[in-house]
């Protein structure tokens, strides 16, 4: 099994930045990608970064595109994803998820999820 931590939400205004990060543990070699994902009230829950553990090779939603980064440290086995240009949009909770196949950006192929980390940005 694999346990996924985030950390590192927390309220920012517009225009501020943010850095979510997610630690994983337990059978962490099964997972080949991780990605990030999140939801806002009301919402689906919406594709945002993913990345392959071994590459690094990265995508984007076209929304974040730009102002997200996404990146990990294999030796922490920690993924992160460094938020800038914040908008009040972007307000959701975010979590992150792992995958034992290529990245995707259907959430219903992830494998494994954390608990979530809010995030919430004012105009």
């Known amino acids: 099994q694999v346990q996924l931590v985030e950390s590192g939400g927390g309220s920012v205004q517009a225009g501020g930045s943010l850095r979510l990060s997610c630690a994983a543990s337990?059978?962490?070699?099964?997972?080949?990608?991780m990605g990030w994902f999140r939801q806002a009230p009301g919402k689906d829950r919406e594709f945002v970064a993913a990345i392959t553990w071994t590459t690094g090779n990265t995508r984007y939603a076209d929304s974040v595109k730009g102002r997200f980064t996404i990146s990990r440290d294999n030796a922490k086995k920690t993924v992160y994803l460094q938020m800038d240009s914040l908008k009040p949009e972007d307000t959701a909770v975010y979590y992150c998820?792992?995958?034992?196949?290529?990245?995707?950006?259907?959430?219903?192929?992830?494998?494994?999820w954390g608990q979530g980390t809010q995030v919430t940005v004012s105009s």
């Open positions: 337990g059978r962490t070699f099964s997972i080949y990608a």
């Open positions: 998820a792992g995958r034992m196949f290529r990245y995707s950006g259907d959430s219903s192929q992830y494998d494994y």
